[in-house]
């Protein structure tokens, strides 16, 4: 409309008598609105409006999920390879071993899945790293960032027991590693002790002095 209101006024026409030839040269006003709405049914109007609603909503609940779907998928390999995380390749020892030993904590499941021994100069002693986990029961629940747990060996006094305080729980998975428990040949294995809240967990983890040479 506005383009033939231009072409009148280029070609001479009073501005009053544009208007009125161009609304006469659109036809009539009923017909007009009968072949729009055969070319644009309301059903299809309604469709597309609704469509459009949903894309937005689908939209958003990815958004807001995306944080659940990254803890899902945590805790997932927490569950199958937690040896594949990024956690496991910061700290390299000497001697290393997979493992496989598990508990459950409350709601958590504890899981140790690797050793490693760095040996002294003297040959007999050594520090001991353990490699482990936790994640909740639920795939799709929240787990603690510590357990509270101490370390050391048959020998270890209690003064010189390692002790890691425990955290509040957001993730769906939560990594650590006890560095620098202090062994000796005699020591077979690492003492790892859950006792609070009237649960107690013992776990014994094997020191790889074999694979010494």
């Not at 030839?21 to 729009?36: F, K, Q, V, W």
């Not at 469709?47 to 803890?71: D, E, H, K, M, Q």
Request: aromatic content about 10%.
């Amino acid at each position: 409309m506005e383009d033939h209101v231009a072409a009148l006024l280029e070609a001479g026409y009073e501005e009053a008598d544009t208007e009125k030839r161009t609304l006469a040269a659109m036809g009539d006003p009923e017909e007009i609105g009968a072949e729009l709405n055969r070319d644009y049914p309301l059903g299809w109007l309604v469709l597309s409006r609704v469509s459009l609603i949903l894309t937005i909503l689908i939209c958003a609940t990815f958004l807001f999920s995306w944080p659940i779907l990254g803890n899902t998928l945590d805790s997932l390999q927490a569950r199958i390879s937690p040896e594949t995380s990024s956690f496991a390749s910061r700290t390299k020892y000497t001697y290393e071993q997979d493992l496989d030993i598990r508990a459950e904590i409350g709601d958590d499941i504890l899981r140790i899945y690797k050793v490693g021994l760095d040996v002294n100069r003297d040959g007999e002693t050594g520090n001991v790293g353990l490699f482990f986990c936790n994640y909740n029961k639920n795939p799709f629940g929240y787990t603690a960032n510590g357990l509270n747990l101490e370390y050391g060996t048959s020998a270890t006094t209690e003064s010189e027991r390692r002790y890691d305080d425990g955290g509040g729980g957001d993730a769906g998975a939560s990594y650590s590693l006890a560095d620098k428990i202090r062994v000796t040949r005699a020591d077979g294995a690492v003492v790892v002790t859950y006792d609070h809240y009237g649960e107690y967990v013992r776990l014994e983890v094997p020191v790889p002095w074999e694979d010494v040479t």
